[in-house]
Structures are given as C-alpha cells and as structure tokens.
C-alpha cells in the first residue's frame, strides 16, 4: 500500500516570497491534516479537511497561509508572503474515515525561509 | 488546548528497558497515542491506550496510564539500537474537533550499542 506522498522534499525561499506543497493522502482516506513541525518542537495542526471541506482550520495564520482539498483527493499548502518563522517541517497526514486518530503522516517538506 | 510534557532526552544501553514518561492536562482525552519519528521522517503511530484502560502491552511495548495523575508512560523492552529516534505522546482531544492530536515536544531516545 503506497504512504502519503509529499512534494518537494526541500525548499529554501527568501523571506517574502511565495511557495506551495502538494500531498496526496492514502487512497481511500478521506481526512486530511497539515500539521507545522518547528525544529525541536512536536507538530501542531494547521488544518484539516474530510474530504474537500475544511474541519479545522483554527491554528491556520489566513494572513498568509492557505489551502484546499479539490475535489476531496490531493491537497496544496500555500504560504504567501513566507516569513523567517515559517521555517519548519510541513507534514501532511492522513486517516481512514472514523478512526481520526490513527494518522498517516508523509515523510514532510523541509522549508528554509532565509 | 491541550498540555502536553514530556522530557527532552533519554540515553540507555542495548538491551536494557527504556522507560519514556508523559504527562498532559486534559483528562477528557480519551485515546492516548504514541508516535516514534526517525530522522528526516514522518511520524509513525506505534501504539495507544483507551483512557478506560490501565496497561496496554504490545509486543516489546507496554503503555501505563494513571488517568489520575494524568500520566502516560511508554516502555520499551530489550530496546536495540534500531528504537533510537523522538517518541511523542499524543493525546487525543474528542471535543469539538474530531481527532485532534495534541503533541508534546517528543523524547530523543538515544540507544548505545
């Protein structure tokens, strides 16, 4: 059984820029989590969606983050403009319909924001 | 939300048991996750504990909770060097937002051969 698949593996942007990270979850899962994992630190939730909508988006900073669940499949996080404090691990998770907990996470992006 | 602390470090020999200790604020939590992240990794679920359960064993693993105390333990039998990586306690909240995890900063458990 393929795992969750992230993209890219590592990005290194300058402050004030633009960038995005794709997922694309287990098949069959229909939750969706993007949690930010700053260095030293456990992750903590950004968003998460079941199926395109969004559940949870309350640790989301919607000044400068995004991101959405077309078609309830494949995600993107979008981050504009990045700050220095935005250099972190994004991961993105994923869970089997009515077991929430028992998450799936990808191997994450590495963002450097310089 | 949710507190969640664990120590940072934990270095043991080869073969000996680890212990990795856990304490968190929310007693309404009920499923308590741990999670193991080698480096450059995600994480990975190894095991939980229903919060109406005491022990939970699970091959070298065994789970202790003093939901009393609000307590979470995690031992690890015989460990090898292979178990070295960060174990994070991960309660999980069943309010308002389905399966939210609340994660502490993760123990660096360090195993010498």
């Known amino acids: 059984e393929a795992g969750v698949a992230q993209s890219p593996r590592y990005k290194i942007i300058e402050k004030r820029q633009s960038v995005a990270f794709w997922c694309n979850p287990i098949?069959?899962?229909?939750?969706l989590y993007w949690y930010q994992q700053i260095l030293g630190q456990g992750p903590k939730l950004l968003i998460q969606?079941?199926?395109?909508?969004?559940?949870?988006d309350s640790q989301l900073p919607k000044d400068r983050f995004s991101a959405e669940r077309l078609k309830g499949v494949d995600s993107t996080l979008k981050i504009q403009p990045a700050k220095l404090e935005d250099s972190a691990v994004y991961l993105c998770?994923?869970?089997?319909?009515?077991?929430?907990?028992?998450?799936?996470f990808g191997s994450g992006t590495q963002l450097s924001v310089l | 939300g949710e507190d969640v602390e664990q120590s940072l470090f934990l270095s043991v020999r080869e073969g000996d048991s680890s212990v990795i200790n856990c304490t968190y604020t929310?007693?309404?939590?009920?499923?308590l996750y741990w999670y193991k992240q080698e480096p450059g990794a995600g994480l990975q679920l190894l095991t939980y504990?229903?919060?109406?359960?005491d022990m939970k064993q699970d091959q070298r693993l065994t789970v202790l909770l003093n939901k009393k105390d609000k307590h979470l333990s995690l031992r690890i039998a015989d460990t090898q060097t292979g178990d070295s990586a960060i174990y994070f306690c991960?309660?999980?909240?069943?309010?308002?937002?389905?399966?939210?995890?609340?994660f502490g900063r993760g123990t660096q458990l360090t195993v010498w051969p």
């Open positions: 998770a994923s869970s089997f319909p009515g077991v929430y907990e028992k998450l799936f």
């Open positions: 098949s069959g899962h229909a939750t």
């Open positions: 969606f079941q199926n395109n909508g969004v559940v949870d």
């Open positions: 929310d007693s309404s939590s009920t499923y």
């Open positions: 504990i229903f919060s109406n359960m």
């Open positions: 991960a309660p999980a909240d069943r309010g308002s937002t389905l399966g939210r995890l609340y």
